[in-house]
């Protein structure tokens, strides 16, 4: 049995699961699917297209399904999915997806400090860090494992790869390939993400050889082609090179330098 403010609206088509708890001045919209064990606290509010998975916790203001900041969209119907355990804070705001893609992605075990703004057709992975003020722009993919600090600018289109440190006021329009650390303006490699990868429990062979795969991509001062293809020569094909080479070829906007 859910526990539901009296002072909560919730539309009655909209789909509540068990043992969750919504405060006041909670509106629930029509074409909503909440599941078991969510806390969703005063003034939550979640619109239509919102599937939100299992014991989230949902803080005041945020705002979850809201239609799309994009001109081209014309009220088509997408979704915005939620997954498990994610700690969504104080005003953020995910919007649903559009035609592009239908839908927004948040996985599950996230961490959205407050004011995160997850745009249309986002793909947010799962066990992700973003701090406050970050702004994530349409159609983003942010892997798994990501740390992205506050106020952080992500523009549209982007990838960030998995395991990363995006240090706090960066901005950028490249990708970020994985298991390494960005700052400064313009943005740009500053090295592994070693503190992150040993609380992972990666390996120090494992982040011995992701060192060398970026010294070589970086360092080298051959074409990125030419340094893809000296990793592959040098360095044993484990999953982590493997990840890091099929980001960089297939990288649409470029990497970061």
């Not at 996985?107 to 702004?135: F, P, Q, R, W, Y």
């Not at 051959?222 to 297939?250: A, G």
Request: neutral net charge.
């Amino acid at each position: 049995m859910s526990d539901i403010s009296p002072l909560a609206y919730i539309d009655p088509e909209a789909k509540i699961g068990k043992n969750c708890k919504i405060g006041a001045f909670c509106y629930i919209d029509k074409n909503v699917e909440i599941g078991d064990d969510n806390v969703l606290m005063n003034s939550v509010t979640v619109l239509s297209g919102a599937r939100i998975g299992n014991r989230n916790t949902i803080f005041p203001g945020a705002v979850i399904s809201a239609i799309p900041q994009d001109l081209k969209f014309r009220g088509e119907e997408t979704t915005a999915i939620i997954g498990d355990g994610n700690r969504i804070r104080e005003n953020v705001t995910i919007n649903r997806g559009t035609a592009a893609k239908g839908r927004t992605i948040v996985g599950s075990d996230n961490l959205l400090m407050e004011g995160v703004h997850i745009a249309h057709d986002v793909t947010l992975g799962s066990n992700c860090i973003i701090g406050n003020s970050t702004k994530v722009a349409g159609e983003v993919i942010i892997d798994d494992c990501a740390n992205i600090s506050a106020a952080v600018l992500i523009h549209q289109f982007c990838h960030v790869g998995g395991y990363v440190m995006i240090g706090g006021g960066t901005r950028f329009s490249q990708d970020i390939p994985p298991y390494i650390m960005v700052a400064r303006e313009p943005a740009a490699y500053q090295g592994l993400n070693i503190v992150g990868l040993r609380r992972r429990g990666f390996s120090d062979e494992t982040i011995a050889n992701i060192h060398e795969a970026y010294r070589l991509l970086y360092q080298s001062g051959k074409l990125r082609s030419e340094s893809l293809e000296d990793i592959r020569q040098q360095l044993p094909m484990t999953k982590e090179i493997v990840y890091i080479i099929n980001f960089v070829e297939t990288a649409k906007r470029g990497i970061i330098k």
